[in-house]
């Protein structure tokens, strides 16, 4: 079992940063791919990053690239999104997911076991 607790949303002006932090419990937080997923209003939840257990793979949504940054600390058992360049469209609630599936398809909701409750973006123009 794995709890996922987000944090790190807020206001921010269309050019700004924000970081985004999602604290994981449980042992084998190293064993799951983390990613991150977000829902706008009116709409559907999108994907929008994952990161691979080692840390190393990360893969993007074509709208984030390039702007987004997805990070692991397995020894604090912690996934981060830093987002620069944020845009109004940015806008949305963030949830952080854990998955335990092996085959890839990382950027697909139904692959991930576990999700976090979500923390609010909201971005100004």
């Known amino acids: 079992q794995v709890q996922l607790v987000e944090s790190g949303g807020g206001l921010a002006q269309a050019g700004g940063s924000l970081r985004l932090s999602c604290a994981a419990s449980?042992?084998?937080?190293?064993?799951?791919?983390m990613g991150w997923f977000r829902q706008a209003p009116g709409k559907e939840r999108e994907f929008v990053a994952y990161i691979h257990r080692n840390g190393v793979l990360t893969y993007y949504a074509d709208h984030v690239k390039g702007r987004f940054t997805i990070s692991r600390d397995n020894a604090k058992k912690t996934v981060y999104l830093q987002m620069n360049s944020l845009k109004p469209e940015d806008t949305a609630v963030y949830y952080c997911?854990?998955?335990?599936?092996?085959?890839?398809?990382?950027?697909?909701?139904?692959?991930?076991?576990?999700w976090g409750q979500g923390t609010q973006v909201t971005v100004s123009s």
């Open positions: 449980g042992r084998t937080f190293s064993n799951y791919v």
């Open positions: 997911a854990a998955s335990s599936r092996v085959a890839g398809g990382w950027d697909y909701q139904t692959k991930y076991d576990y």
